[in-house]
């Protein structure tokens, strides 16, 4: 493990965790109070800065604003980190910021235009808490991985918390990563992700297959994240693993 010396991380977010996220070494959740102790939480912990957009900023200036045949989506989200972006060392600012995007984009109004009648309102939770926490995670322009927590690996990180099976923990990372499998759920997701400067990318295939995703900086160099990735994942899975208490359900 590589880290660098940092102070504990606490936040208190708008809404309660599940409480089994303590089953995981570094975090302690209780209530809406989240304390992350960086040594013992990440397997990697290189940086402790990160790129944010003010999401109130992100709501008023971003959201609603159309792309046009001379600005594509990704542009319009490109310009906006340029004017607004900050860098942060705070990383409750970060999991807030992030609590705010996932609140929005795993919002309960789309699960009728989903698609998929397996996926409830609790799974969408899981959904939040999830990539809320996976917002610390940080890859570099040159595309070094720089910050790797147990969220990278999104279905073993779920299973430990949430006792969920391997197809519904697949599942659920087909539903993150996929941006709701539809463009207006993607524009969407572009638009969002610019309050955590960058844009969400994954190393998985269309199967999910625990290569995680992160928000990366636009221009990061996604071949150099794919062979940081492919080093190191397997391994740190496992280790993810190693901490389920129940059998799946």
């Known amino acids: 493990m590589t880290t660098i010396d940092t102070a504990t991380i606490t936040v208190e977010l708008p809404d309660a965790f599940d409480p089994r996220w303590n089953r995981l070494p570094g975090i302690q959740v209780d209530g809406r109070h989240i304390t992350i102790d960086p040594a013992e939480y990440f397997f990697r912990f290189e940086s402790s800065t990160w790129l944010v957009a003010d999401w109130e900023l992100v709501k008023a200036q971003l959201l609603d604003v159309d792309e046009t045949t001379e600005s594509a989506v990704e542009q319009l989200a490109l310009d906006f980190i340029k004017n607004h972006g900050e860098s942060t060392s705070d990383a409750a600012r970060v999991l807030a910021t992030a609590y705010g995007v996932y609140s929005y984009l795993f919002r309960e109004e789309h699960l009728a ?3 998929l009648p397996q996926i409830t309102a ?28 147990p969220c990278w690996f999104f279905p073993a990180a779920t299973s430990v918390v949430f006792d969920l099976d391997e197809e519904t923990g697949g599942m659920l990372d087909e539903v993150y990563h996929g941006g709701w499998f539809n463009e207006h759920r993607r524009i969407e997701s572009i638009k ?7 844009r969400l990318v994954h ?6 297959d ?14 150099n994240f ?11 899975i496992e280790q993810v693993y190693a901490h ?3 059998a799946a359900k």
């Open 113 to 115: 235009g989903l698609g």
């Open 122 to 149: 609790d799974h969408l939770r899981m959904l939040r808490e999830a990539a809320t926490l996976m917002a610390v995670n940080k890859v570099e322009l040159d595309g070094h991985i720089s910050n790797v927590g």
């Open 192 to 198: 969002a992700h610019a309050a955590l400067g960058g």
């Open 203 to 208: 190393g998985c295939q269309s199967v999910p």
């Open 210 to 223: 625990q290569s995680g995703g992160v928000v990366a900086p636009y221009g990061a160099s996604m071949a």
């Open 226 to 236: 794919r062979d940081d990735l492919a080093e190191f994942k397997a391994g740190w």
């Open 244 to 246: 389920r208490v129940t």
